[in-house]
């Protein structure tokens, strides 16, 4: 099968864009690794397809495939490519686009700088959210985030599970150079109390508007940046009481800003039950850029 590609690259977290409006596409898992295999496809985090939608309120069906072909819930630097890759295409002019997920209706939208912004929607705390299942761990409150005591590698570790449409356990880590990521990052993602895996961020607290961040991805490993994981830190860390919107989060691929304000109230917002009774969270905002690499076609078997 011949495809056509776009190479793109949201702070560094790298993605193969496939049209499937303008071509015919039978992905399978063994295609999606061959196409994102560095070595001998093109390389990427994800490969990211645009569809026609299937729900009337939208522009766009997003789907989202791991290095390891799995398809999964959700890409906040895709979200951002995504834009500028159906713009580049003629397959829209708008600078807002409705675009369907698995996990629900997102809504990048290209700025005047070039920088796309993204509602993501709101965050879950509720444990179900995420597919995990905390029952017999150890839980304390830091402000208004439940935290629970994760074992890893025989010593506890203090997580936040925050659902950006798709799952994530963030921990505090004085030093993100100097973490432990791909040993316990692989260790978190595969816990079984996760029913579907998930990504387990490390942040590093600057000060109460600047924060570091590694991510280790299920199915991919650590990326150079995952932009729901940086919407996922600073959720936990604004619960916790420890950063205040807006705030600027430094990966190792470039800076992605993340507002979140959880009290506003635009009638979306969502009660959570995780959170604490009868606290509402708004949807996250987050902000960064969207890069074209390069285009080619590929053949694969």
Not at 17 to 40: C, T, Y
Request: aromatic fraction near 6%; charge should be neutral.
């Amino acid at each position: 099968m011949r495809l056509r590609f776009t190479k793109m690259h949201g702070a560094g977290n790298d993605f193969v864009m496939l049209d499937g409006i303008g071509q015919a596409l039978e992905l399978s898992p063994a295609r999606v690794r061959a196409l994102a295999d560095r070595h001998f496809g093109v390389g990427c985090d994800q490969v990211l397809v645009v569809e026609r939608p299937t729900a009337p309120q939208a522009d766009f069906r997003y789907r989202i495939f791991n290095a390891d072909g799995g398809e999964v819930e959700q890409c906040g630097n895709g979200a951002r490519c995504f834009v500028v890759f159906v713009r580049s295409l003629g397959l829209t002019s708008k600078t807002a686009i409705r675009v369907q997920t698995a996990s629900g209706l997102i809504e990048p939208r290209l700025l005047p700088d070039g920088f796309v912004r993204v509602d993501m929607g709101p965050p879950s705390l509720a444990p179900a959210a995420s597919g995990f299942h905390p029952e017999g761990l150890p839980m304390r409150r830091q402000g208004r985030a439940p935290l629970w005591a994760l074992p890893v590698h025989g010593r506890e570790v203090w997580i936040s599970v925050v659902s950006i449409g798709n799952p994530h356990a963030v921990q505090l880590v004085e030093d993100v150079d100097a973490a432990p990521v791909a040993a316990d990052g692989a260790e978190i993602e595969s816990d079984s109390r996760f029913a579907g895996r998930v990504n387990a961020g490390f942040m590093q607290i600057l000060e109460r508007h600047r924060i570091r961040l590694r991510v280790w991805e299920r199915g991919t490993g650590e990326t150079l940046a995952c932009g729901t994981g940086a919407c996922a830190a600073v959720v936990s860390g604004i619960l916790q009481g420890r950063l205040q919107s807006p705030v600027e989060v430094a990966t190792r691929g470039g800076s992605l800003r993340v507002e979140w304000d959880p009290g506003a109230d635009d009638g979306r917002a969502v009660e959570q039950r995780g959170a604490g009774a009868g606290v509402r969270l708004a949807p996250v905002w987050m902000s960064g850029s969207a890069v074209r690499v390069y285009e080619g076609e590929i053949e694969i078997e």
